[in-house]
């Protein structure tokens, strides 16, 4: 419960960023350059206190920090969904239409897989060059193969239970079977790995604008925020990258917390 | 066995073919390396010598078969930037790649098994739990923010530790290595560290499942009612059958460790492959992505067939022929 309360929170504040940040970080007029690099709790310029400090431009951590994990989820949650529509109708197509089709999908999958995602995202990127689309783009390439797998795995052990059978005495069209009796049955494994791969998919994001790889300086996400601040934690200005790590931090916990509920919510075998 | 090995090595081929072929092709649709490799204040006769130098005024296919044509002879292509062949780079680079991650790997096994045994035979004590907790936190925090957290504290406040570079490095069998001298060292630390934690995290668990269900099993039973000493059961008597996942594991690990390497060596400035990836990615350098990009497919379909062979030694009642390659 702990940890549905803090993802509900941390989405609230990246819904509401613009209602509650104490400035529009983004928004030149308001930020003031003498401000810039100022410890957390300092009083600025304009008699505004930073409670987080600021960044090199004279940025309110905070407001960055709210925008930030609004694009942060936004990618996350984005790419995750993409991805779980994609790997869905692979698996799905995988495992009813078996055979060749099956064999295909299925080597590539395994070949994608056995590379880990970080490097087969890099070379998409590489490939792509960057920008938002792209990012998300190259987040659904390297997931989509997690959900086909899954998917394929739950829909051959429920394609041979009785209710498939009697759905095919009643000579309905395979993608009825498919979509309104075989998917339903398939779904809560997959809830459960497409929730824990949002907060993977947030993680990858992160990295990769932190490389410098992945969204582009105008929309900062959590990731680029840590890296901006990299360059000035050697002179000991450490809330800069410290402040948005955290609440990378908090968003990942938050959601595994609420993967590992989802599991056991959704397994047949513990009593509720 | 053999008919696999064949098989397998088949696959490989074609996996490095379409891999070649994709990032060849993906790479060359990508901006322009001309732009940034020329004087801006180059004119239009100087520019196409250049091109022409480079041989990218020749078509995307012809290019290709000259690509492949060079490197079945091991000729990757010249880099942009340096000049020097990028495979001769790749491999320069090579060892301080492998050096971090080999310790990484040893930080992960030595810390995590006895840990994760530990766990295993106490899971509901406070220390057990700990460890747990331990390891949730080593799956969620993001690899390359607890890097720059490490060098705040260590580097940056306490001043104990170097942030950047390999340090002294002495040479083994010609090869430069860092972990031969105390400078070195004091470079390695942190950076390995930093590598090892999602491993070490991943061991704690691993060993963790693997003991408590062989406690339960009737052998350690049997152990036990002979008389022997707790350390001798849990030592070898539970340890050994729960070896056989943890070294797939570490050697499955191992691949992923090489290109996580690439975040780590950004975060600490480590000279190796990753670092030069990163680079070359920002300079279009396209013959050094493009030859990196196949060494490291070669070394994971090489760790992956090593992974499989081992592990069918360990196990006597895995049979690689039957299983499809």
Same mark, same amino acid.
Request: aromatic share 8%.
């Given at each position: 419960?702990?940890?549905?309360?803090?993802?509900?929170?941390?989405?609230?504040?990246?819904?509401?960023?613009?209602?509650?940040?104490?400035?529009?970080?983004?928004?030149?007029?308001?930020?003031?350059?003498?401000?810039?690099?100022?410890?957390?709790?300092?009083? #600025?310029?304009?008699?505004?206190?930073?409670?987080? #400090?600021?960044?090199?431009?004279?940025?309110?951590?905070?407001?960055?920090?709210?925008?930030?994990?609004?694009? *942060?989820?936004?990618?996350?949650?984005?790419?995750?969904?993409?991805?779980?529509? /994609?790997?869905?109708?692979?698996?799905?197509?995988?495992?009813?239409?078996?055979?060749?089709?099956?064999?295909?999908?299925?080597?590539?999958?395994? %070949?994608?897989? *056995?590379?880990?995602?970080?490097?087969?995202?890099?070379?998409?990127?590489?490939?792509?060059?960057?920008?938002?689309?792209?990012? %998300?783009?190259?987040?659904?390439?390297?997931?989509?193969?997690?959900?086909?797998?899954?998917?394929?795995?739950?829909?051959?052990?429920?394609?041979?239970?009785?209710? /498939?059978?009697?759905?095919?005495?009643?000579?309905?069209?395979?993608?009825?079977?498919?979509?309104?009796?075989?998917?339903?049955?398939?779904?809560?494994?997959?809830?459960?790995?497409?929730?824990?791969?949002?907060?993977?998919?947030?993680?990858?994001?992160?990295?990769?604008?932190?490389?410098?790889?992945?969204?582009?300086?105008?929309?900062?996400?959590?990731?680029?925020?840590?890296?901006?601040?990299?360059?000035?934690?050697?002179?000991?200005?450490?809330?800069?990258?410290?402040?948005?790590?955290?609440?990378?931090?908090?968003? /990942?916990?938050? %959601?595994?917390?609420?993967?590992?509920?989802?599991?056991?919510?959704?397994?047949?075998?513990?009593?509720? | 066995?053999?008919?696999?090995?064949?098989?397998?090595?088949?696959?490989?081929?074609?996996?490095?073919?379409?891999?070649?072929?994709?990032? @060849?092709?993906?790479?060359?649709?990508?901006?322009?390396?001309?732009?940034?490799?020329?004087?801006?204040?180059?004119?239009?006769?100087?520019?196409?010598?250049?091109?022409?130098?480079?041989?990218?005024?020749?078509?995307?296919?012809? $290019?290709?078969?000259?690509?492949?044509?060079?490197?079945?002879?091991?000729?990757?292509?010249?880099?942009?930037? $340096?000049?020097?062949?990028?495979?001769?780079?790749?491999?320069?680079?090579?060892?301080?790649?492998?050096?971090?991650?080999?310790?990484?790997?040893?930080?992960?096994?030595? =810390?995590?098994?006895?840990?994760?045994?530990?766990?295993?035979?106490?899971?509901?004590?406070?220390?057990?739990?700990?460890?747990?907790?331990?390891?949730?936190?080593?799956?969620? =925090?993001?690899?390359?923010?607890?890097?720059?957290?490490?060098?705040?504290?260590?580097?940056?406040?306490?001043?104990?530790?170097?942030?950047?570079?390999?340090?002294?490095?002495?040479?083994? @069998?010609?090869?430069?290595?860092?972990?031969?001298?105390?400078?070195?060292?004091?470079?390695?630390?942190?950076?390995?560290?930093?590598?090892?934690?999602?491993?070490?995290? =991943?061991?704690?668990?691993?060993?963790?499942?693997?003991?408590?269900?062989?406690?339960? $099993?009737?052998?350690? +039973?049997?152990?036990?009612?002979?008389?022997?000493?707790?350390?001798?059961?849990?030592?070898?008597?539970?340890?050994?059958?729960?070896?056989?996942?943890?070294?797939?594991?570490?050697?499955?690990?191992?691949?992923?460790?090489?290109? @996580?390497?690439?975040?780590?060596?950004?975060?600490?400035?480590?000279?190796?492959?990753? +670092?030069?990836?990163?680079?070359?990615?920002?300079?279009?350098?396209?013959?050094?992505?493009?030859?990196?990009?196949?060494?490291?497919?070669?070394?994971?379909?090489?760790?992956?067939?090593?992974?499989?062979?081992?592990?069918?030694?360990?196990?006597?009642?895995?049979?690689?022929?039957?299983?499809?390659?």
């Amino acid at each position: 419960m702990a940890g549905l309360a803090l993802f509900a929170l941390l989405v609230a504040a990246a819904l509401l960023a613009p209602l509650i940040s104490p400035q529009n970080p983004y928004d030149l007029a308001q930020i003031d350059v003498l401000d810039s690099k100022l410890p957390p709790g300092s009083l #600025g310029g304009a008699g505004r206190h930073f409670w987080l #400090g600021t960044d090199d431009q004279g940025r309110d951590m905070l407001s960055a920090i709210f925008y930030g994990l609004r694009i *942060s989820l936004f990618v996350g949650i984005v790419s995750t969904v993409c991805a779980l529509a /994609i790997g869905m109708a692979a698996g799905l197509l995988a495992a009813y239409a078996g055979g060749r089709t099956e064999t295909l999908v299925m080597r590539v999958v395994d %070949i994608q897989l *056995s590379f880990p995602a970080i490097l087969i995202a890099l070379i998409l990127i590489a490939v792509l060059g960057q920008g938002v689309g792209k990012v %998300i783009a190259a987040l659904v390439t390297v997931q989509w193969a997690y959900y086909a797998r899954t998917v394929r795995g739950v829909a051959l052990v429920e394609r041979r239970r009785e209710y /498939i059978e009697a759905a095919r005495c009643l000579a309905l069209s395979p993608a009825r079977i498919v979509f309104r009796h075989l998917l339903p049955n398939c779904l809560p494994p997959l809830i459960v790995v497409a929730t824990v791969q949002v907060a993977a998919a947030i993680a990858l994001e992160a990295t990769l604008s932190f490389l410098g790889l992945g969204l582009p300086i105008t929309e900062p996400s959590l990731g680029l925020l840590i890296a901006n601040g990299y360059q000035y934690l050697l002179s000991g200005k450490y809330w800069i990258s410290f402040f948005p790590g955290i609440a990378l931090l908090l968003t /990942i916990v938050s %959601i595994n917390l609420v993967a590992d509920q989802l599991r056991d919510v959704l397994n047949p075998r513990l009593a509720r | 066995m053999l008919v696999y090995l064949i098989r397998r090595s088949l696959q490989s081929v074609v996996v490095l073919l379409a891999m070649s072929l994709l990032v @060849f092709v993906g790479v060359y649709a990508v901006g322009n390396p001309i732009d940034i490799l020329i004087n801006p204040q180059a004119d239009q006769q100087d520019r196409e010598r250049s091109i022409a130098a480079l041989g990218l005024d020749k078509p995307l296919w012809l $290019q290709y078969a000259l690509f492949l044509k060079g490197a079945l002879t091991g000729d990757l292509g010249n880099s942009f930037v $340096q000049g020097t062949p990028a495979l001769g780079l790749i491999l320069e680079r090579m060892p301080a790649t492998l050096e971090l991650a080999v310790v990484a790997m040893l930080i992960a096994i030595v =810390l995590g098994i006895p840990l994760g045994l530990w766990a295993g035979m106490k899971p509901d004590s406070l220390s057990g739990r700990s460890i747990m907790a331990g390891s949730i936190l080593g799956f969620s =925090l993001p690899t390359f923010w607890v890097g720059l957290m490490l060098i705040m504290v260590f580097s940056v406040m306490l001043g104990w530790l170097p942030s950047n570079g390999r340090g002294e490095t002495r040479l083994l @069998f010609g090869v430069p290595v860092s972990f031969l001298t105390v400078d070195g060292w004091r470079h390695l630390i942190m950076p390995a560290t930093n590598l090892a934690l999602f491993n070490l995290a =991943l061991m704690i668990r691993l060993t963790r499942a693997g003991t408590r269900e062989a406690l339960l $099993q009737d052998y350690v +039973k049997f152990a036990r009612a002979k008389g022997l000493s707790n350390a001798r059961v849990i030592g070898v008597h539970v340890l050994r059958n729960i070896l056989i996942p943890i070294v797939t594991v570490i050697g499955l690990q191992f691949g992923s460790l090489i290109a @996580f390497a690439i975040v780590t060596e950004s975060v600490f400035a480590w000279p190796g492959m990753g +670092k030069l990836l990163i680079d070359s990615i920002n300079f279009l350098d396209r013959p050094v992505i493009v030859a990196y990009l196949l060494v490291i497919v070669t070394l994971f379909i090489v760790i992956n067939l090593v992974v499989d062979v081992l592990y069918s030694a360990l196990d006597p009642r895995v049979r690689l022929a039957d299983a499809k390659g």
